[in-house]
């Protein structure tokens, strides 16, 4: 098995959190991007079946009771670096950030799925892409973004997200695109479009598996990622989506872990909420979540160098967030709608539980009592303004 040789990232700024459009998207339109408001109507949303799915149809690569620790584990920088010590000095090229396993090309990464690997929801669709290129980049690395498809306006577009595609759709065409494109890497996310049908819900690990093997088949020596899908937004209907996505997120972990040490778990699952511009697609803030998490979880198969990667630019360490939700329910459809900026605070006073939190300005006129005339006679009042925050929860 090949593996890829890569220098310790330069440190790297998360960037900024630009403001992304607030309508929501979902089936394809005729461009390809999904029409705005699919996602948030019921009617496209069927009798729940995420039973089905816990239950549901699994397939003969998932070997049951396999457990994901090892998987998440991983195989550790210094074990790598070990074996390469064994079989001599590595010749790995930081200056031009080029690997001599791929003849000293560029490092080939596929972004590959759905509308989320598209980038819809900010107003730019540059999704995750962006950022996370950004960040090798900046480091002297010689990556390239392969697929045959391009969307947003970051310096390497190339991607295979196909908007409103499902598992099914995507393996129809896997065969063609790992020919034509090669990758090296693959980051793969998908299966949020099959949580939208009761048909695809119970279907979809079975799917998944078998979409890794035909992946495994056309590019044998290429190190795949595969995420649990994020999570559900603040709509009205994010009880069933956030049911049938967590059913579907508990099968991933045994399905990787049976295709063999190529394939790698990344929990993407934690981006959820008002991480989330609507239902299903994340904000610019949920993107730059998404940027990390793949990051991390590429630094101990892709790191052989021996030096470790930056932390800085982490967003799950900010305290301070701009967000900008489109589709919400609640409070936050009260007043959380378009981009605000969000605090992590104390839940209640003196908790040690933090929550996302959003301050609301909250105006009352109360009567004050001025003076008293003679026993009585009326008191004299005056109507006084008065202000104060009220902090609505995020989720």
Not at 43 to 68: E, H, K, M, N, Q
Not at 302 to 326: E, F, H, K, M, Q
Request: charged content about 15%; proline content about 7%; aromatic content about 8%.
């Amino acid at each position: 098995m090949r593996r890829i040789a890569i220098a310790a990232l330069a440190a790297a700024a998360l960037g900024s959190f630009g403001v992304p459009a607030a309508a929501s998207a979902g089936t394809p339109g005729p461009s390809g991007v999904p029409a705005a408001g699919a996602w948030g109507s019921s009617a496209a949303l069927p009798a729940d079946s995420s039973a089905a799915l816990a239950a549901g149809a699994s397939s003969a690569a998932v070997a049951a009771g396999t457990s994901s620790a090892a998987l998440a584990a991983g195989t550790s920088s210094a074990a790598l670096a070990a074996d390469l010590s064994a079989a001599g000095t590595s010749d790995f090229d930081p200056a031009s950030g080029t690997d001599p396993a791929f003849g000293g090309a560029p490092i080939r990464i596929m972004p590959l799925g759905d509308s989320i690997t598209y980038g819809v929801g900010p107003a730019v669709a540059n999704g995750y892409r962006t950022d996370l290129y950004d960040r090798l980049t900046r480091a002297g690395l010689n990556v390239d973004f392969v697929g045959g498809v391009q969307s947003g306006d970051g310096a390497d577009p190339d991607n295979e997200g196909h908007p409103g595609w499902t598992i099914e759709q995507i393996s129809a065409e896997v065969d063609t695109w790992m020919a034509d494109a090669r990758p090296d890497v693959i980051l793969l996310h998908a299966g949020t479009n099959d949580m939208r049908a009761s048909a695809t819900v119970p279907t979809a690990p079975a799917a998944l598996s078998a979409l890794l093997d035909r992946i495994e088949a056309d590019a044998p020596q290429a190190e795949v990622f595969v995420a649990e899908v994020t999570g559900a937004g603040t709509t009205p209907n994010r009880p069933m989506w956030k049911r049938r996505i967590d059913a579907y997120n508990a099968r991933i972990p045994a399905i990787v872990d049976a295709k063999g040490p190529n394939f790698h778990l990344v929990d993407q699952s934690g981006i959820e909420g008002i991480d989330l511009t609507d239902v299903v697609h994340p904000n610019t803030f949920g993107y730059a979540k998404m940027a990390w998490n793949w990051y991390q979880a590429m630094m101990p198969v892709l790191d052989v160098s021996g030096s470790a990667w930056p932390t800085t630019g982490n967003p799950y360490r900010l305290t301070v967030g701009r967000r900008c939700i489109g589709q919400s329910s609640g409070d936050i459809a009260t007043y959380g709608l378009d981009c605000h900026t969000w605090y992590l605070r104390p839940k209640t006073t003196g908790s040690t539980v933090r929550t996302w939190q959003l301050p609301v300005p909250v105006t009352r006129y109360v009567k004050v009592v001025m003076a008293v005339k003679k026993a009585g006679g009326k008191p004299v009042t005056k109507t006084v303004k008065v202000s104060t925050t009220r902090w609505i929860q995020g989720y």
